[in-house]
């Protein structure tokens, strides 16, 4: 959370910054700030609220320094308000840090600076750090050499970057569990908490590694690790479309998101499904391509999925799919409950990391204390660690064995939707890979899988083309009054049902719970009442005329009944719901990566009727990189 962005070059800074922070904007929003450095000042400006009253502020005044640092914040440490908003600085002015993450020994530190007699300006954990670096520079021969001693007293995660009025051309960033990279222009250097921030300027970059510490002059980049000793690496140029990041006439990015699934899920299957593999011809090679070693399949008896939020979601579907099709026990757990009350080690387990951002900190953490407790123990007890997400580059990445890259394109609204989609393709992939390799299922079963899920992009088009209007048109009954959503699914689709609830929430504000359908009579079914409406995912399947049953309990209570299920259903079932969203005729086992696109669009269309910040939703960020 919070994103951090610096430039030192050739062009006005602040535009950059701005520009820069627009595109962070994801990561926090509550307030934000630019410090320049100008005539040996520092010239610091920020505001509290959206970057727009940022914006406006800096309009004012005309600013062509060519290095500087913004920040966009998502509150931990002290309200959102202008005095806490970063860039924090020294006590004479003259410094200026942002940063990303906990500093989680800042009340040592600040008592220690204010028994010096130094007056804190803001309620954060991050302004220790401009007053640290500002007395070790009484006494250090560099910028850098200060930043480094200040940093060896720091405690937690963070990513940092700082301009210093009296040191005017070099920009010092730091990197310790928080996301942190930079960008190689012409005669210009950036650093950013992701690489999206400086695309419209660059594709040449270079992810900062933990414990490592830059210095980006107007002549290059030298890159040091905390010791101080100097560090040679290459920087990459990635293969990046910047026009992926804007919203091409969609009203929100949110709708575009939603909109991009059907190319998404085709990307998918291009890049996993081995065309050559036809289940007639018994080959002996895995369907599909996801690259997975032995050392990570081989004898494999237990598999653990860690998650939050939606990803979790992802990871229920995944459970059942690694069950019913690959047959291996699998448990799913948040990550941030995991971390703190692990499980039981069980020998030849697979720990499966599900993020889309790769930097959520609670599942890193959970995968890194997994790797630790496992470290001493016999071959068949240590960690083998998969990472499925959709940020090839980035912190869960560099921890894991493997990872399975969603190939869903950035994600820019908050509340996530391709990246779920494609995270369960995903688990479709690996369950399929096991269970060709370990035989649960037979080679024409894995076909028929396999060619159900061919035929997810059209069915997503046919849905986005079909319900749009309908669900707009729907979603106008739940704007004014309501202010409770049941949701309700079983089986492969009660994460779907969870999936909706969620989306609701973040975005509509409005309270929704989900359960799994066979759970209300024990207890949810008391809120039941006329102004309660319940959405039930029923698809044909296993389990359809218990959802069912389950949906006419709810009815008897009053509820207005919103169903979703297939349209070849639709004449049955418009005996049960009030409202129907249908989607396409489809195998149970495939359903959910079609019965959660009508739930996005309902919960997109009721907040956007609303008149609610879509894309960037209150109190949320996109990348939780805080515990
Ligand atoms: C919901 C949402 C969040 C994230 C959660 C985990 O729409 O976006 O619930 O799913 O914060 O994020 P990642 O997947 O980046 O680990």
């Keep these: ?366 995968l890194e204390s997994e790797r630790a407790r496992r470290a001493d123990l016999e071959p068949k007890f240590q960690a083998k660690l998969l990472a499925v997400t959709n940020r090839a580059e980035s912190s869960i990445a560099q921890i894991c064995d493997r990872i399975i890259d969603t190939q869903a394109g950035i994600e820019i609204g908050v509340a996530a939707t391709k990246t779920f989609v494609a995270q369960v393709m995903g688990f479709y992939f690996l369950s399929l890979d096991l269970a060709f390799r370990q035989k649960t299922i037979s080679n024409s079963r894995i076909g028929e899988i396999i060619e159900g899920l061919r035929h997810i992009p059209s069915q997503i088009e046919t849905i986005l083309d079909t319900q749009a209007e309908y669900i707009e048109e729907l979603a106008h009954d739940f704007t004014a009054e309501t202010e409770d959503f049941i949701f309700i699914g079983r089986g492969i689709n009660f994460p779907i049902a969870l999936e909706g609830a969620l989306k609701l929430k973040e975005i509509s504000y409005i309270h929704a719970e989900a359960y799994p359908a066979g759970e209300m009579k024990h207890g949810p079914i008391a809120l039941l009442d006329n102004k309660v409406p319940v959405v039930a995912v029923a698809m044909p399947g296993s389990v359809y005329d218990k959802v069912i049953s389950n949906a006419q309990e709810a009815k008897a209570r009053d509820a207005r009944l919103i169903g979703v299920t297939t349209a070849m259903n639709a004449t049955e079932a418009a005996h049960t719901f009030d409202d129907m969203l249908t989607v396409p005729e489809v195998d149970e086992l495939i359903s959910p990566v079609l019965s959660v696109i009508p739930l996005q669009m309902l919960s997109y269309h009721i907040a956007a009727i609303k008149g609610l910040d879509v894309d960037q939703p209150r109190n949320l960020a996109k990348s939780v990189t805080v515990e």
């Design 1 to 366: 959370m919070c994103g951090i962005v610096g430039y030192i070059g050739t062009q006005a800074a602040t535009d950059i910054l701005i520009a820069g922070l627009e595109r962070l904007e994801y990561r926090g929003y509550d307030s934000a700030g630019v410090a320049t450095v100008e005539a040996d000042k520092i010239n610091c400006v920020k505001a509290k609220g959206k970057l727009f009253n940022l914006r406006e502020k800096l309009e004012q005044t005309e600013n062509k320094s060519q290095i500087g640092i913004g920040h966009t914040r998502w509150a931990t440490h002290g309200k959102p308000e202008e005095h806490n908003a970063h860039p924090h600085l020294n006590a004479d002015m003259s410094l200026a840090v942002v940063q990303n993450g906990i500093i989680e020994n800042y009340l040592e530190l600040k008592s220690e600076l204010i028994s010096k007699g130094i007056e804190f300006r803001s309620e954060t954990d991050t302004e220790v750090i401009p007053h640290i670096i500002s007395i070790f520079l009484a006494n250090s021969s560099s910028l850098l050499e200060a930043v480094q001693k200040a940093i060896a007293r720091l405690e937690g995660a963070f990513a940092i970057a700082i301009v210093d009025a009296n040191n005017p051309f070099e920009l010092i960033v730091a990197r310790q569990q928080a996301p942190l990279i930079l960008g190689f222009g012409q005669g210009e250097f950036f650093c950013a908490s992701d690489i999206t921030a400086v695309l419209p300027y660059t594709r040449t970059i270079l992810n900062l590694e933990n414990g490592e510490i830059a210095r980006l002059t107007p002549l290059g980049v030298e890159i040091y690790n905390f010791a101080g000793e100097r560090i040679s690496r290459f920087p990459r140029t990635l293969d990046w479309n910047p026009v992926q990041t804007e919203k091409q006439g969609f009203r929100h990015y949110m709708l575009k998101e939603i909109y991009e699934q059907p190319a998404v899920v085709r990307t998918c299957l291009d890049t996993y499904i081995n065309p050559n593999w036809h289940a007639d011809e018994n080959p002996d090679y895995s369907p599909v391509n996801i690259g997975l070693t032995p050392n990570l399949t081989d004898d494999l008896k237990h598999i653990q999925i860690l998650a939050c939020g939606t990803s979790w979601h992802a990871a229920l579907v995944g459970k059942y799919l690694l069950e019913q099709v690959s047959g291996i026990p699998t448990t799913v757990d948040y990550a941030s409950e995991f971390r703190y009350s692990p499980k039981p080690i069980i020998p030849n387990t697979l720990t499966i990391g599900v993020t889309q951002s790769g930097e959520t900190a609670d599942t890193i953490a959970a």
